[in-house]
C-alpha cells in the first residue's frame, strides 16, 4: 500500500498548496458558485506563476461572470498566449468578445479552437449562434449538426438545433432534439411550450393537449401554462394574454429575440415604417411618434426620420433594456399599453405598433386608447395577424397568439372614430416554413 503525503503546513499552521491543487480547488469553489473566493485564489496563483494557462484561462472566465467581458478578455488573451494550441480559451475568448459585441473576433476565436480541436464541441454551438443571428440557418443548423456530432451528450445544442427544426416545419426530428436536450441539460429547463408546439406541428394534437394539461395542472401559478392550455384547447380562453404572460414571455427571449427574428424572415417593422411613410408622406419630420410595444426597437429606425419625438412603450425590461442601447429613443416606459394611451390624451401625431396587438383579442379598447391618445388628425399604424373568418372576431391561435378578422378590425376603429385608409395583407414573418400572414392597418383620427 502506498503511502498518502501528508500536506505541508508553514509556520501558521496553515496547510500548503501546489498550484495545480490551488487551481483544482478553485474551479471547485467555482461549481459551488463561490466566484469572489475562487477569483481571489487564482489571482494569488499567478502571482505565483504568472505563465500558467491554466489558471489564467479560470481567472478569465471567473471574471466574465463576476465582472463582465471586458474585464475578462486581457486575461484570457494572456492565457491564450500562453497557450496557443488551447482550443477551449479560445472559445472562451469567443465568448467575451460576443459579450463586447465584436463579433468578428468572436468568430475568428471560435473557427481558432475549432482548428485545434475539431472535436472540442462548444465552438460550434457558439459559432451557430452568430450565424443564425445573420441569418444564415442553413450554415447554423450544420454546425449544430456538428456540435452534437461530436458530443452526443450536448444538451444546449439539442436544444438550439430543435429549436431551428421546429421553425423550419420539421417538428418530428425537434422532438427527439428536445428530449435529448432534457437528458443532457438536466439543470436547465427546456421552454415547455416548445415542446408542446413539436408535437402539435407534427401531427400529434392529441399528445400536445395531453402534454399542456398536465403542464399547467403542475404549474397551476404559471402565466405561460395557463395560456398555452388556452391556446390548444380553446378551454377559458381570454379576451387578451395576461401582461405577466408577456411580460416574463419577452423577458425570457430578450437576448434571443432578434436573432430568432431574423431567422423568421421579419418583416413587420420594415412594413410598418413603410405604411408611416406613405400616411404622413417621405419628408414629414417633427412629428410625436410613440412605438407601441417596441420591443427591443426594431422599428426605431423605420420611425426616427419622421421623429421630433420618438417615445417607447413595452412590458417586458428586457426588451426595454435592448431598445435603450440602440440610443434612438426620447422615452422608454415599462407599461401597458391601453393604461399608457389613456394617460397621455394628445400626446401623439402618429401611433405605431408591429407586432404588439398579436397578444391582444378584443381591440375596443386598444382603439379608444389610441383615438385619445392622437391629435387630430393624427395617424396609427399597426400589424395584426389575419384570420379568415369573415364572420367572426378574433381567435387564439394554438401559438399563443390571437389572429384578426378584418371586418372586426374596422368595425373597432370606426367605433373609436377612426377612418380606415388601409387594410392590406402582408407577410409579416415564416413559421414552421409557413408564411404569417398579417393585415396593415393605416387610419387617422378625425381633424
Known amino acids: 500500500m502506498q503511502d498518502v503525503k501528508p500536506p505541508e503546513i508553514d509556520e501558521d499552521g496553515n496547510a500548503l498548496l501546489s498550484v495545480d491543487e490551488a487551481i483544482a480547488m478553485a474551479r471547485e469553489l467555482v461549481r459551488k458558485k463561490q466566484l469572489k473566493a475562487a477569483a481571489g485564489l487564482l489571482e494569488n496563483v499567478i502571482e505565483i506563476a504568472p505563465d500558467n494557462a491554466d489558471a489564467l484561462s479560470c481567472l478569465g472566465v471567473v471574471r466574465f461572470h463576476l465582472h463582465g467581458a471586458e474585464s475578462s478578455v486581457e486575461t484570457l488573451k494572456r492565457a491564450a498566449k500562453v497557450a496557443p494550441r488551447h482550443a477551449g480559451i479560445r472559445n472562451n475568448l469567443g465568448n467575451a468578445y460576443v459579450e463586447l459585441g465584436d463579433i468578428d473576433a468572436a468568430v475568428n476565436a471560435y473557427d481558432k479552437a475549432i482548428e485545434l480541436d475539431p472535436d472540442l464541441a462548444d465552438p460550434y454551438c457558439n459559432l451557430a449562434s452568430i450565424v443564425k443571428h445573420a441569418g444564415n440557418v442553413g450554415f447554423a443548423e450544420k454546425l449544430l449538426r456538428k456540435a452534437v456530432e461530436v458530443n452526443p451528450e450536448f444538451g444546449v445544442a439539442h436544444q438550439n438545433l430543435a429549436a431551428i427544426l421546429l421553425d423550419s416545419g420539421r417538428a418530428r426530428e425537434a422532438i427527439d432534439h428536445f428530449w435529448k436536450a432534457i437528458v443532457h441539460w438536466p439543470d436547465k429547463a427546456v421552454p415547455a411550450h416548445f415542446l408542446a408546439l413539436a408535437y402539435w406541428f407534427a401531427g400529434l394534437k392529441d399528445v400536445a393537449i395531453d402534454f399542456v394539461k398536465k403542464w399547467a395542472d403542475a404549474n397551476p401559478h404559471d402565466p405561460q401554462a395557463q395560456h398555452m392550455r388556452a391556446s390548444m384547447t380553446g378551454e377559458n380562453v381570454p379576451e387578451r394574454a395576461p401582461d405577466v404572460y408577456v411580460s416574463k414571455l419577452f423577458d425570457t427571449f430578450a437576448g434571443s429575440f432578434d436573432a430568432k427574428l431574423e431567422s423568421l424572415d421579419y418583416r413587420a417593422p420594415e412594413i410598418v415604417g413603410a405604411a408611416v411613410r406613405d400616411a404622413v408622406g417621405a419628408d414629414a419630420s417633427g412629428l410625436a411618434v410613440l412605438d407601441a410595444g417596441c420591443g427591443?426597437?426594431?422599428?426605431?429606425?423605420?420611425?426616427?426620420?419622421?421623429?421630433?419625438?420618438?417615445?417607447?412603450?413595452?412590458?417586458?425590461?428586457?426588451?426595454?433594456?435592448?431598445?435603450?442601447?440602440?440610443?434612438?429613443?426620447?422615452?422608454?416606459?415599462?407599461?401597458?399599453?391601453?393604461?399608457?394611451?389613456?394617460a397621455r390624451p394628445d400626446g401623439y401625431d402618429v401611433i405605431a405598433s408591429a407586432d404588439t396587438l398579436c397578444y391582444f383579442g378584443r381591440l375596443e379598447e386598444f382603439a379608444e386608447g389610441a383615438a385619445k391618445a392622437l391629435r387630430p388628425g393624427g395617424v396609427l399604424v399597426f400589424t395584426?395577424?389575419?384570420?379568415?373568418?369573415?364572420?367572426g372576431s378574433f381567435r387564439l391561435a394554438v401559438n399563443g397568439r390571437y389572429t384578426h378578422c378584418e371586418a372586426y378590425v374596422r368595425r373597432?376603429?370606426?367605433?373609436a372614430g377612426f377612418s380606415v385608409s388601409s387594410c392590406g395583407r402582408e407577410a409579416l414573418r415564416s413559421e414552421n416554413a409557413e408564411p404569417v400572414i398579417g393585415l396593415v392597418v393605416t387610419a387617422r383620427k378625425a381633424a
Request: glycine share 8%; hydrophobic share 40%.
Open 412 to 415: 373597432c376603429l370606426a367605433a
Open 296 to 342: 427591443t426597437g426594431k422599428c426605431a429606425k423605420h420611425l426616427k426620420p419622421h421623429a421630433g419625438r420618438l417615445d417607447g412603450v413595452d412590458l417586458s425590461e428586457g426588451m426595454l433594456a435592448k431598445a435603450a442601447k440602440l440610443g434612438a429613443y426620447d422615452r422608454l416606459d415599462r407599461a401597458e399599453l391601453t393604461a399608457c394611451l389613456r
Open 384 to 391: 395584426v395577424e389575419a384570420m379568415d373568418d369573415a364572420d
